[in-house]
């Protein structure tokens, strides 16, 4: 039997979510929608009502603030809301007072297990039911006995307002029924055919013919329109069919709506997982759960509820919706899978028919490639099966070889041309290279560019690992899942990193449209930004929350250009003892498999993260979306951190994109491994021999594990209740081998898998733009005070705090310098600080750099910008220029293209002369091309070339560090740095509308002493607080260290350090010149402190005041007087969601 | 006596139990981290422990509603035994999710004589998750954890920590039995109960009687939302940077004049906040 069991608020309580989601909908110009919601559960087993009411009490209801309401699954009982959960508008009074007394209370429990009916003739239920008054029908299997209903039209005590009778799964008309009487809410018409077989209001058989039909819900190839219409099984409106015939269908009429969201088959239902735990906790037998989510709309039209179920309410990629009531009569995904070998006739194909498989397979390799495989199993004298296709897909795709970057490349740029045998090579680890040798018996460095993650050394004890990973088209699908696994994927890579590094923080960056771009301007086939943004927000949150890893630092980026390819960068810091750094495999060596199980999920995203997004993306490529499970996660985490410690494993890796054909392909590379597929432990039957080697299922690792150790880590994992399951053994043959139950699957040589690809040559030209100046009118055009406020409200700039505050951002309890600081906790810090060992006070600083802006000027140097703003972030915090290394993430528009290639190389030129320069190594890497969308009509759009550095700073002790916020009046204001016209791609043309100027460079030598020089002033505790300058130049770093303060200032620009023929005030206060601070220091330490500085420019430009204004002066003249509340508001305000 | 020893609760998904046997380390005792499973299989375990924590995290990832899977195995399984050990004298203490989990197992607060719960926590006014600091105001009845503490500068990082008394009445019973202890308090001007519901953020979730955390009615078992444990160093403090380094301190002529007088301006010398509260633990047992 199937029963649902659905949960609403309790009178008097908010129905938060139908409020939240109401706002939303007047965002999509559903203005006044009235929606309840409630969630529901659907349980199968052989159940009686008291076993349900059970669990409903005990489990899943919390009667204080929630009502529920049981039955099976269709029972007319089902289709209206309780009443409660008032609207909007009412719940706002009412929370002002403490509950009220008309709450609901609800009868004791006694009562209701003293008067309940026999499971056939009483199989509905609700929290608030007065069974005695349930009404009894000869032959009705499910009498409706739902006292919810008792209150609902028109009498509710205490005269609220009657539930609105829009909220009924009907309209109006003769059939409304009084709830509680004897006919129970039926014309919500129960038939399957369409609503033409109507059942007679009042008849009693209401269900008559759902118990006999089985019906599953739809799988997945059913329903891939994203029009909830043709999802569901019955017609849009047939609720009704008998009041208004002859419309039914024209969905012109607005109707009120019950609309149900369901996880499709074969999507991670976490919450599932652990109620079917927890009933069977309560000594009850179940079969399987699924979770659901229910609203009830007032009237909409047909494309009005498109809309809203499209655009708020399911994404198509993961959810479907079910109009109307919900008939279904078992829960079950996956069928048996009977084994058939597949082969696929690559031996005869021509260059066509490659290019047709290699695309149409979603192998996405290119022809050179396909026509490489052909050739190997044309030697063989065999064809490949789908699974040695598969594998080979995965280990060449970009994703998992990164073969653009690290492949042959001749560029040619302003400067000449030259050729790079391994681009990435000669730039990123090259410079690495260069500063190691330096440092000789001094590098710091331990493992870079091998790992899952970069690690240097930290303390005595441990190093420290750092990996950002990108998941931007997973994201743009489905931004809660893709941010989701884009997390989870990135935690696993230091748990993957040597024998496993501990997480200490996160950090997250994303790039979006603008959130309020108009739903017109919006694609098909393109979540609108708004969605994207919270759905990636709540995916990091949930996920980084839950696994207790604090997120501490990040950037929210914003360009009309990242519509249909939002950018996900999600990175992990983790803490590894110094001896757990060196992990090898061992010939003869289980392959364990631990943590979460295989299912379906995620097929083909490392080769998808090839391909550009369509409008048709959602369609090809669903499968490669995916929800996590961060408990299990968690769970894997805690024990992975104990079998290390007891060493119960040789080598350990992650299973990410490619899942266990990348895992166990790398892993095995140099020895040789065979696998047993039929041995890895499934979410559901069904999956194929293939569907088990490429899935991307989440939350599992692979252990390479010595026999004699395999008991006891088995013993450990079934200690904390995580699966560990041997799925085969690393043998020393050079071979990947797989079987599956017997058969022979795969056997394909490893030299030929990491080493056969052909080696592509790709032409890259770079001529940056030449600079045009800006016209002196256009400075004295602009007024200084407004445009201050104006970045200050720009999306780039303004406060993230919607975002910062729903990131726990202290848990593991070392936080020291927070994202937000300041005197009202509010104020944007440059970078995090934080003590990964509480008994230390030894520190690490996280920060990141990124200006996409300039990057459309000159990639040069808005590679070098996005360095000097990571290192400068730093350093403003107190961290040690001698100890910060870097991590590169590129993401790029599509780079077959020379010009778009050549944008790239010239950036990773950049990052090697600026990182030689100021001795800072990269130590990790990533990156993601081909971020293109293209729409049915129209070119496709690239993103902008965006780099993301990411900086990880140490501190010896953390006791030194400082925070940005102006401290006491009377204190002097110091410019640290040198200012020039670089006015390209600044804020000030962003919201003064201009272009042109030059964009901001950056001197590595000049930049390196002032970072030494200003360590050394904060080490010596001479400064009270440091603010780096970036978008917005002086002024807004000013204005964001007065109002974080909750002080003003007054400086003057004229003495600032500038070549002598800058005389523009709006330059000198609006530039966005690197390598640049604004540092606050007491007058006793004013000598101090300029002793230290004076080989490098600075100067005092102001002090701190105790009145709240910010004055700037240029000639004796005030250019910028702001107070402080409206600067703050500015900044504040477009984000406070 | 020797050191108290603290049983720290483990399950699937808590996270806090490092820094929380950290913290009680650090006031003095000896804290050991157990999984949930462990103590199901032999329940007795618990027999050896003064004090039994149930540390902040999201226990079976606060799937259905927040900490109310590990609340039923608890309620199911251990709550004789918990019992027993408050009523032999120990100390039971739970931190926002252990908090819910106290809560939401009827340990905290006896159900009604129908058997419904007191009281619960529940979404936040705002239902998203968030991390600020709160100022707190401690009120009611005697509670060992809060001895000697009128005021708490801490902060609270959840979703569902918003309390609802079951009604009126039971609200204003639970008041005037003293048991809700810990009030969230306005930032500025000097400490008070406040009489009426404080606006968000102050309250940063709507909780009714802008209740931060409950005692039971031995004062032996104390549950709170905001997180002790992370304002245990000086450094914990977010405006400990607002205080004067050392060798500035050696380059003044004067001090500083001191900033207003509520806590949450004025940065802790020597410890934090919340170490107090597990020093109280410690010293319960001397």
């Known amino acids: ?1137 | 006596m020797a050191l108290p020893r603290v049983l720290i609760l483990r399950a699937p998904g808590t996270n806090c139990d490092v820094e929380t046997a950290f913290a009680f380390e650090k006031a003095g005792a000896k804290a050991e981290r157990l999984h949930v499973f462990r103590l199901l299989e032999n329940p007795q375990l618990c027999r050896t422990y003064q004090i039994f924590c149930i540390p902040g995290g999201f226990s079976y990832g606060d799937d259905i509603a927040a900490g109310r899977i590990l609340a039923n195995q608890i309620r199911l399984h251990l709550a004789d035994l918990l019992r027993e050990f408050v009523e032999s004298g120990k100390l039971i203490l739970g931190i926002c999710n252990g908090f819910q989990v106290l809560v939401k197992s009827d340990v905290l607060l006896p159900p009604t004589q129908e058997g419904l719960a007191q009281a619960t926590l529940t979404w936040n006014d705002s239902r998203r998750f968030e991390d600020r600091w709160v100022r707190l105001a401690v009120t009611g009845r005697p509670c060992v954890f809060l001895e000697g503490i009128q005021e708490l500068y801490l902060p609270v990082a959840h979703a569902e920590g918003k309390f609802v008394a079951r009604d009126i009445a039971t609200l204003q019973a639970l008041e005037s039995a003293g048991l809700l202890v810990l009030r969230y308090a306005r930032l500025t001007g000097p400490l008070r109960v406040e009489s009426q519901l404080i606006p968000y953020p102050e309250n940063p979730n709507g909780s009714q009687a802008n209740v931060a955390g409950l005692c039971d009615s031995t004062g032996r078992i104390l549950g709170l939302m905001p997180h002790p444990e992370r304002h245990i160093d000086p450094t914990h403090h977010p405006h400990w940077t607002r205080r004067l380094s050392a060798r500035l301190e050696g380059l003044s002529a004067h001090c500083p004049s001191p900033e207003s007088s509520p806590s949450c301006f004025r940065p802790p010398a020597a410890e934090g906040d919340g170490l107090r509260l597990f020093k109280n633990a410690v010293r319960y047992f001397a």
Not at chain 1, 120 to 136: D, E, I, N, R, Y
Not at chain 1, 537 to 562: E, H, Q
Not at chain 1, 832 to 843: D, E, N, Q
Not at chain 1, 1003 to 1014: C, E, K, S, V, Y
């Open chain 1, 1 to 1137: 039997m199937l029963w649902e069991v659905d949960i609403h608020p309790a009178e008097g309580q908010p129905d938060l979510v139908g409020r939240r989601l109401a706002a939303d909908a007047a965002d999509l110009g559903l203005v006044g929608l009235e929606i309840r919601a409630a969630v529901g559960y659907l349980i199968q087993g052989a159940l009686q009502l008291p076993q349900i009411q059970r669990i409903a009490q005990e489990l899943l209801a919390d009667s204080v603030v929630e009502q529920w309401v049981a039955a099976p699954v269709g029972d007319p009982v089902l289709l209206t809301p309780p009443a409660g959960g008032a609207d909007g508008k009412k719940q706002k009074s009412q929370e002002k007072s403490p509950k009220n007394e008309e709450a609901a209370l609800l009868p004791p429990e006694g009562e209701l297990a003293d008067t309940m009916q026999p499971p056939l003739s009483a199989t509905a239920f609700s929290s608030s039911a007065k069974p005695s008054s349930a009404p009894q029908q000869p032959g009705h299997l499910a009498p409706v006995s739902c006292s919810g209903h008792e209150d609902v039209p028109g009498d509710k005590p205490g005269g609220e307002k009657p539930m609105p009778p829009l909220f009924s799964a009907e309209e109006s008309g003769p059939a409304q029924t009084k709830p509680g009487e004897e006919q129970p809410m039926v014309p919500a018409s129960c038939s399957r055919e369409g609503g033409s077989a109507q059942t007679e209001p009042g008849e009693g058989k209401p269900l008559s013919g759902w118990q006999s039909t089985h019906q599953k819900l739809p799988q997945p190839e059913d329903s891939r329109s994203p029009t909830p219409a043709q999802n569901s099984a019955l017609p849009v409106g047939a609720a009704d069919s008998s009041v208004l015939p002859s419309f039914v269908g024209e969905g012109e009429i607005p109707r009120s709506r019950l609309i149900h969201v369901l996880p499709k088959p074969g999507v991670m239902d976490p919450v599932a997982q652990s109620t079917l735990a927890a009933i069977r906790d309560l000594g009850i037998q179940v079969e399987a759960v699924r979770t659901l989510k229910k609203y009830w709309t007032s009237p909409l039209t047909d494309g009005q509820l498109d809309l809203l179920c499209t655009k708020l309410l399911a994404n198509d990629a993961i959810e479907q919706v079910v109009l109307g009531p919900l008939r279904l009569e078992r829960l079950e995904i996956g069928q048996p899978y009977q084994f058939r070998l597949i082969t696929v006739p690559i031996r005869q194909m021509n260059d066509a028919e490659l290019e047709r498989l290699s695309r149409e397979g979603q192998l996405f390799l290119s022809l050179p490639e396909m026509r490489a495989i052909r050739d190997y199993f044309q030697q063989l004298g065999r064809d490949p099966t789908d699974a040695e296709l598969e594998t080979l897909a995965q280990t060449w795709s970009e994703h998992c070889s990164h073969k653009t970057l690290t492949g042959r490349i001749i560029y040619q740029d302003p400067d000449g041309q030259r050729t790079f045998e391994n681009m990435l090579r000669e730039t990123i680890f090259a410079a690495t290279d260069q500063v190691r040798r330096r440092l000789g018996s001094a590098d710091w460095c331990v493992s870079v560019f091998e790992d899952n993650a970069g690690v240097v050394q930290f303390d005595e004890q441990y190093h420290v690992v750092f990996k950002v990973e990108t998941h931007n088209h997973p994201s743009a699908l489905e931004p809660y899942g893709g941010a989701n696994t884009g997390i989870g994927g990135v935690i696993r890579d230091p748990l993957g990193t040597g024998l496993g590094a501990k997480p200490i923080c996160n950090t997250d960056v994303f790039c979006f449209a603008p959130p309020d771009t108009p739903m017109a301007e919006i694609p098909r086939g393109v979540l609108h930004p708004r969605r994207v943004f919270k759905g990636v927000v709540a995916g990091v949150r949930d996920y980084g929350n839950r696994m207790g890893i604090p997120t501490v630092n990040g950037a929210i980026y914003f360009d009309r250009r990242y519509l249909g390819n939002p950018l996900v960068y999600c990175g992990t810091v983790g803490l590894l003892p110094k001896d757990k750094a060196h992990k090898e495999p061992k010939p003869g060596d289980l392959i364990v498999a631990v943590g979460g199980r295989t299912g379906r999920d995620g097929i083909h995203g490392a080769t998808f993260s090839s391909a550009e997004l369509t409008h048709q993306s959602e369609l090809l490529s669903g499968g490669a979306v995916q929800i996590g499970n961060p408990i299990t996660e968690k769970m894997l985490l805690d024990v992975l951190l104990e079998a290390r410690d007891r060493g119960l494993y040789h080598a350990i890796t992650d299973c990410g994109a490619g899942g266990f054909s990348s895992a166990v392909g790398e892993m095995g590379r140099h020895i040789g491994a065979e696998v047993w597929l039929e041995r890895a432990p499934l979410k559901y039957e069904g999956l194929s021999y293939t569907e088990i080697w490429i899935s991307e299922a989440q939350e599992r690792m692979v252990l390479s594990v010595p026999p004699d150790k395999w008991d006891e880590l088995e013993e450990l994992c079934r200690s904390e209740g995580v699966e560990a399951t041997v799925i085969g053994q690393f043998v020393p043959t050079g071979r990947l081998t797989l079987r599956y139950q017997g058969h022979l699957v795969a056997d394909l040589d490893m030299e030929f898998l990491h080493r056969g690809r052909p080696r592509l040559t790709r032409q890259a030209v770079y001529f940056p733009q030449p600079s045009t100046p800006i016209p002196p009118e256009a400075y004295r055009k602009s007024n200084p005070s407004e445009v201050l406020l104006k970045i200050l409200g720009s999306l780039n700039v303004c406060s993230k705090h919607w975002v910062i505050r729903q990131y726990d951002h202290e848990v593991q309890g070392g936080s020291v310098i927070k994202p937000l600081v300041g005197r009202w906790n509010d104020g944007p810090s440059d970078a995090a600080v934080l003590r990964p060992v509480l008994s230390s006070y030894r520190g690490l600083v996280i920060a990141c750099g990124m200006n996409p802006r300039y990057g459309d000027l000159d990639t040069y140097h808005m590679a070098a910008s996005a360095i000097d703003e990571a290192v400068r972030n730093c350093v403003a915090v107190g961290a040690d220029p001698r100890r910060i290394a870097l991590l590169d993430n590129f993401c790029w528009g599509n780079t077959d293209r020379p010009e778009t290639l050549g944008s790239l190389v010239r950036a990773a030129i950049a990052c090697y002369d600026v990182a030689t320069a100021l001795q800072m190594p990269f130590i990790s890497g990533k990156d993601s091309l081909n971020n293109e969308f293209r729409p049915e009509r129209g070119e496709p759009i690239a993103i902008p070339p965006t780099l993301l550095i990411s900086a990880l700073g140490q501190v010896e002790d953390v006791r030194r560090c400082v925070s940005m916020d102006l401290k006491e009046s009377g204190n002097f204001v110091y410019l640290v740095g040198w200012t020039e016209e670089e006015m390209g791609g600044s804020h000030w043309g962003l919201v003064e509308g201009i272009s042109g100027g030059q964009v901001p460079r950056v001197n590595p030598q000049l930049a390196g002493t002032i970072f030494h020089r200003l360590h050394q002033a904060i080490h010596q505790g001479l400064v009270r607080a440091c603010h780096d300058l970036s978008e917005g130049g002086l002024a807004v770093a000013a204005a964001e260290m007065a109002f974080a303060g909750d002080l003003g200032a007054r400086l003057a620009l004229d003495g600032m350090p500038r070549p002598e023929t800058l005389q523009e005030p709006m330059v000198l206060l609006f530039s966005e010149s690197n390598s640049r601070f604004l540092c606050e220091v007491r007058p006793e330490a004013a000598g101090d402190f300029e002793h230290l500085l004076a080989d490098i420019p600075f100067a005092r430009v102001g002090e701190v005041t105790s009145e709240p204004i910010l004055e700037i002066t240029w000639q004796g003249r005030a250019v910028v007087q702001s107070d402080l509340t409206s600067l703050k508001q500015a900044w504040l305000q477009p984000l406070d969601w």
